[in-house]
């Protein structure tokens, strides 16, 4: 399976619960290689839109998996794996024998279960109860479930969420393996700085509809376009007038700060050196997610 190659399209989805539509014309393309992640606050249509892909709510659109409707496939589950928060299964069964069980629905060998349990570092852990696991143990277990079938499309529904440090890395390199082994995956969230580290294309969700699309390195090259710096000086005016001569714009924000937008930070340091004009302190955010979300999703932010 060639890097890039479309591996899952969905198309049109929409889904109106009462008299409120929550998801409209939604569409994205899953490739192999590649995480997709798709971020958006709570409330902005991931899951629904998650759920609808799967076939898990009836609503507006399709998707398909390597051409064909996940129905048309006699063994979705090596299609697809879907982790939409741990691992699902009686609470009283232990991790191996609950993933053995649901092995043997799909043909899957006792072996397999067992190598996933040690890709996924859980085989001290084999032998608990489903109830005893911890949040991280959990997720990890519900990620062997989803690649009993070795399916080619993984989906995970903010699978982050609630985690500590050393999980969330754990998940981030497993995902990164995951894609470079060809798969296409799939990753909800709404915690930005970690989807910047994970994701190849970020789908942004706001109000349900689809406000931008982009792969990784295009949106930080556009955060940068609209850098912004902050600054403190004894001069304002001054500054400002050096500023507005270089095609930039001083706000002030305070007696002796400012922000400014249209310059970086070397071209006001270097202007303030070359006028002799003195500054107290200069910074300067690095591009990231969080700054092109809160500028394409402000409204959907504001409301939140």
Do not use: C
Not at 116 to 136: F, H, Q
């Amino acid at each position: 399976m060639e890097k890039g190659e479309v591996l899952a399209e969905a198309q049109g989805l929409g889904r109106v619960f009462g008299s409120v539509r929550v998801l409209e014309a939604v569409s994205l393309t899953l490739r192999s290689g590649e995480v997709t992640g798709l971020v958006g606050a709570n409330g902005a249509g991931k899951t629904t839109a998650i759920q609808l892909m799967l076939g898990l709510l009836k609503g507006e659109g399709r998707t398909r998996y390597l051409g064909r409707p996940l129905y048309g496939w006699g063994a979705p589950g090596t299609v697809v794996g879907a982790v939409l928060g741990g691992v699902a299964g009686h609470s009283g069964h232990r991790l191996r024998a609950h993933l053995r069980m649901v092995a043997a629905g799909s043909a899957v060998s006792d072996r397999r279960v067992d190598d996933l349990l040690e890709t996924v570092g859980l085989t001290e852990a084999a032998g608990r109860k489903l109830s005893e696991l911890s949040l991280g143990m959990a997720q990890r277990a519900g990620i062997a479930q989803a690649l009993l079938g070795d399916p080619p499309v993984l989906v995970l529904d903010e699978p982050a969420n609630g985690l500590d440090p050393h999980s969330i890395r754990w998940l981030r390199n497993f995902l990164r393996a995951q894609a470079a082994q060809g798969r296409a995956v799939l990753v909800s969230s709404h915690l930005l700085g970690e989807m910047e580290r994970l994701a190849d294309h970020v789908v942004v969700l706001s109000r349900g509809r689809i406000v931008a699309s982009e792969p990784m390195a295009g949106i930080l090259e556009r955060a940068a376009d609209r850098r912004t710096v902050t600054l403190e000086a004894p001069d304002l005016t001054e500054l400002a007038r050096l500023v507005a001569a270089r095609g930039g714009r001083l706000t002030p924000s305070g007696e002796h700060t400012a922000t400014v937008t249209g310059l970086d930070r070397i071209q006001i340091g270097t202007l303030a050196l070359e006028a002799q004009v003195p500054l107290y302190w200069l910074h300067e955010a690095k591009p990231s997610l969080e700054a092109f979300y809160l500028d394409v999703a402000q409204e959907e932010f504001r409301i939140s």
